[in-house]
Structures are given as C-alpha cells and as structure tokens.
C-alpha cells in the first residue's frame, strides 16, 4: 500500500507546483512563484522518495539528498518571502 501513497504524494506536489507557477505566468504575483519553487523542491524529494523506497530499496540510500531537498524547499519559500517583503 504505501507505493501508491507515495506515489500519489508525489504527483499532488507536481500538480501543485504545475498549478503555481502557471498562475504565476498569468498573473506576475511574486509570492506564487516563491511557493510554486518550494513545490517544485518538494516534487523533487518526493520522487526521491518513490525512488529511495520502491525502485531501490535496498541498493541505494537517497536519505542524504531526501533531506537536503527537504530543507531547500521551506528556505526557498522563506528567502522569497523576506525579499518581496523589503
């Protein structure tokens, strides 16, 4: 069962992030690319995730990169808020 748990947190993220960024190229608000980027980190360690506990369980271990993939999206999100608010 959590294959397809992970696999569906995985394409929320990517919808997510595919939402964001595309209202963002309609509408030029700073703060919804911020969020879709932060998205985007998130996909990335979530298909890291798909990768690290399905496809290679045992021959590889991603945690290293699962984590700092983790700690880019929420810096990311915090760096955008900070410069749109000078």
Same mark, same amino acid.
């Given at each position: ?8 947190c995985? %394409?929320? +993220? ?5 939402? &964001?960024? !595309? ?7 700073? $703060?919804? /690319?911020w ?6 980190? %998130?996909? +990335? ?5 798909? &990768?690290? !506990? ?7 271990? $991603?945690? /290293? ?22």
């Open positions: 069962m959590s294959p397809y748990i992970y696999g569906l995985a %394409l929320t +993220a990517i919808l997510c992030a595919w939402l &964001l960024l !595309r209202t963002y190229l309609q509408n030029r608000v700073p $703060l919804l /690319f969020s879709g980027l932060c998205f985007v980190f %998130l996909s +990335a360690n979530n298909l890291l995730v798909v &990768l690290d !506990r399905v496809v290679f369980p045992t021959q590889i271990d $991603l945690g /290293f990169w699962r984590m700092v993939l983790a700690l880019l999206a929420p810096v990311v999100l915090l760096f955008g808020l900070i410069w749109e608010h000078e």
